[in-house]
Nanobody, 118 residues
């Protein structure tokens, strides 16, 4: 059974930093991609960033230059380093991934709250 278990998140002031982690078990994700989505209250879930099997990365425009996604294949874990946080980054963050390809999302983490106060 594949599981994605998230950690990190919490409450931070604007301008601060947080780091999210997502550890996968049950399958190795080194041949696929892993990434992050977020959902703010009253809004649809949106793509934040992903990292592909060749370590290429993609980011939504609003987080470019502030967020960094990385992965440790030995630990089957993906990270999201979030710097210069803004109140509009407040959301529930979800990790996701697909162990078999770089273009669909097969598994999801449980979600973690990130709250940025002004």
């Amino acid at each position: 059974q594949v599981q994605l278990v998230q950690s990190g998140g919490g409450l931070v002031q604007a301008g601060g930093s947080l780091r999210l982690s997502c550890a996968a078990s049950g399958r190795t994700f080194s041949a696929g991609h892993m990434g992050w989505f977020r959902q703010a209250p009253g809004k649809e879930r949106e793509f934040v960033a992903d990292i592909r099997r060749n370590f290429g990365t993609r980011y939504t425009d609003s987080v470019k230059g502030r967020f960094t996604i990385s992965r440790d294949n030995a630990k089957n874990t993906v990270y999201l380093q979030m710097n210069s946080l803004k109140p509009e980054d407040t959301a529930v963050y979800y990790c996701s991934g697909n162990p078999d390809n770089d273009y669909t999302w097969a598994y999801w983490g449980q979600g973690t709250q990130v709250t940025v106060s002004s």
